[in-house]
């Protein structure tokens, strides 16, 4: 089955810089490869997605990159605001015979230091 | 606000008991999922559902259940309840039967005395 393995798992960085959080998985079958944000109390949060036919994708200033030959994905956050501070998940979406299901990351836990 | 609603927001009870989780799915969405959460195993898929059938299933257990209505809400079953099966539970809807943009409620906290 698919294994997602995500780094680092706390992070903090400077309000104003920059955050990575790299995501690697086991199955090249993989296809999608969303990214959610998890507030304390609340559900995961989608935050930006990218399919496996599209290596960079970007919205303000959230974005994501994809190597499929090396199989691994990261989230890049600029600027970096309070408000980032959350728990980041990546996931790895496997089509298996028609049994999809999505494997989540460990978690990140990133702290934006004022 | 994801337009998923998730009840009831907070369950305590004893090992052995049966708990029912209730979702309603956003307008318009056809796919419920079940995850569970717990600090040692993280977000884990337990079961999907396409407009009433089951449709891919993950690390459910046994004594777990599910199953859509056909006002397409969603209810999960946890019966013989042990002290590990304390979590937050979540769920999650989709449009379509791919797994793609899913949307989260706020989830159900189970805790098992």
């Known amino acids: 089955g698919e294994n997602v393995e995500q780094h680092p798992s706390t992070l903090s960085v400077q309000e104003g810089d920059s955050a990575v959080i790299k995501c690697t998985y086991s199955d090249s079958a993989s296809n999608y490869f969303p990214w959610y944000k998890q507030e304390l109390g609340k559900g995961p949060q989608l935050i930006i997605d990218?399919?496996?036919?599209?290596g960079e994708k970007k919205d303000q200033r959230i974005a994501v990159t994809l190597n499929k030959t090396a199989k691994h994905f990261s989230l890049h956050i600029t600027e970096t605001q309070p408000e980032d501070s959350a728990v980041y998940f990546c996931?790895?979406?496997?089509?298996?015979?028609?049994?999809?299901?999505?494997?989540f990351g460990t978690g990140t836990r990133l702290t934006i230091i004022p | 606000d994801s337009g998923v609603t998730q009840t009831p927001k907070h369950l305590i009870t004893a090992t052995g008991q049966r708990v029912t989780l209730r979702c309603s799915p956003r307008?318009?969405?056809?796919?419920v999922y079940w995850y569970q959460q717990s600090l040692d195993q993280g977000l884990q898929f337990l079961i999907q559902y396409y407009n009433g059938e089951e449709r891919a299933k993950g690390n459910i257990l046994e004594r777990f259940s599910a199953q859509q209505f056909p006002d397409l809400h969603s209810e999960l079953n946890l019966s013989s309840l042990e002290l590990g099966d304390s979590a937050l539970y979540f769920c999650?809807?989709?449009?379509?039967?791919?797994?793609?943009?899913?949307?989260f409620g706020p989830g159900t906290r189970l805790t098992v005395l």
């Open positions: 990218i399919r496996s036919n599209v």
């Open positions: 999650a809807s989709s449009v379509g039967t791919q797994i793609d943009t899913q949307y």
């Open positions: 996931a790895a979406r496997l089509s298996n015979f028609g049994n999809e299901k999505l494997t």
């Open positions: 307008s318009g969405d056809l796919s």
